[in-house]
């Protein structure tokens, strides 16, 4: 299953210094520059509740008086926020919501967070009818097909988990379809904007982002999300099949520097991974099998772990047997090459022919061995 290590990682910034919200006793009503933000959830009483603004990274906390809270403050756009309640050792789901000048209602289940309702602002309120409306179908089946995957890989049935990628594959085609058909009856839109920030990060199409960038009225492209189409744009230009693959270079375990442009004059899978991503581990063996059958013929891979940990990569690299050229800056997703190609989840791979160019993205199984098939025959 294809998830963005940037939503895998929220946690390990989300918990830090809160800024608290006055007390319910003094909500002001809002102005059009502000915000007051009052809920309820019903079956706790007391305990903390978080907001975490993504535009600003700035967190905010409330605490609960018999269930009620308040948020206040001013906005100078719309942007998108989680809501989230956090116990000792148990991070509660996130719930996504619009924030902007006006006044908001939450109301909200214990320990069903996700399916709290909140209302009262014109950007929230479109959003909740497309979260509810336009994609109920699919969010219904997503939730069900995930289900059935962590099941799965619980069970460590890699049949069950193999079958159930091929689904999500069709559902994030899905998604992509109920985007775009959104945003072009939707063109003023900030909701069409974040939908297209986030759902057409992960290995992005230019010609696709292009048009559904173009969609986008005036006032939205030069919004915060629409300039953050145009930079995922911009990323997306930038690693399109047959452009020249961005250089860099990393140390691999002993400490020599390999670059992308070294391998020039064979055929080269630069392959992003890392020894915490399940998926990445499930698709070493399709690696081995394709390095051990055309290496002779001039294919090589340049493994590019996301690690922090050197311990944690050495052992992965040693049992999956993955017998090639390794390397990390052990900075995690801050590298400089995930900025440099874009990338939004692994695992994420990108085929070069001999002279450094673009030939395939994102190649997995038996779609690399075909396109090994096709350029080293």
Not at 83 to 108: A, R, T, V, W
Request: charged fraction near 30%.
């Amino acid at each position: 299953m294809k998830r963005s290590f940037v939503a895998a990682l929220v946690f390990a910034f989300l918990f830090g210094a809160c800024h608290s919200s006055e007390s319910a006793k003094d909500l002001h009503t809002p102005t059009d520059s502000s915000y007051a933000i009052i809920g309820k959830i019903t079956g706790q009483d007391t305990g903390t509740i978080f907001i975490y603004h993504s535009r600003t990274r700035v967190h905010d906390s409330a605490r609960l008086d018999h269930g009620y809270f308040t948020f206040k403050g001013k906005s100078d756009t719309v942007e998108f926020c989680n809501l989230y309640i956090y116990k000792q050792g148990d991070p509660n789901n996130l719930k996504g919501f619009f924030l902007e000048n006006g006044k908001l209602s939450m109301l909200i289940k214990k320990d069903s967070l996700q399916d709290a309702l909140i209302t009262g602002t014109p950007t929230q309120d479109e959003y909740h009818l497309f979260e509810t409306v336009t994609e109920k179908s699919y969010n219904d089946r997503m939730a069900a097909t995930a289900k059935l995957y962590y099941s799965a890989r619980d069970r460590k049935d890699k049949k069950s988990m193999d079958s159930l990628d091929k689904i999500f594959d069709d559902l994030d085609k899905e998604q992509k379809k109920i985007i775009t058909d959104y945003t072009r009856t939707h063109p003023a839109s900030t909701v069409s904007a974040y939908e297209i920030n986030e759902n057409f990060r992960y290995n992005p199409d230019a010609g696709q982002v292009e048009n559904l960038y173009g969609m986008l009225n005036d006032s939205i492209q030069l919004g915060f999300y629409g300039r953050a189409v145009h930079e995922l744009l911009k990323k997306a230009r930038v690693t399109a099949i047959g452009q020249a693959a961005p250089d860099f270079s990393a140390p691999d375990a002993l400490g020599k520097s390999f670059s992308v442009s070294s391998f020039k004059g064979r055929i080269v899978l630069v392959d992003f991974w890392a020894s915490w991503c399940g998926p990445c581990r499930r698709e070493s063996p399709a690696l081995v099998k394709a390095y051990r059958q055309f290496h002779a013929k001039g294919f090589d891979i340049l493994g590019v772990s996301l690690d922090e940990s050197k311990e944690e990569w050495e052992k992965a690299v040693k049992d999956d047997k993955l017998d090639w050229t390794q390397i990390s800056d052990l900075k995690g997703s801050e590298t400089d090459a995930v900025s440099l190609y874009g990338i939004q989840g692994i695992p994420m791979n990108f085929l070069l022919d001999k002279d450094g160019k673009i030939i395939g993205k994102d190649l997995r199984g038996e779609n690399l061995m075909k396109k090994l098939q096709e350029v080293l025959p």
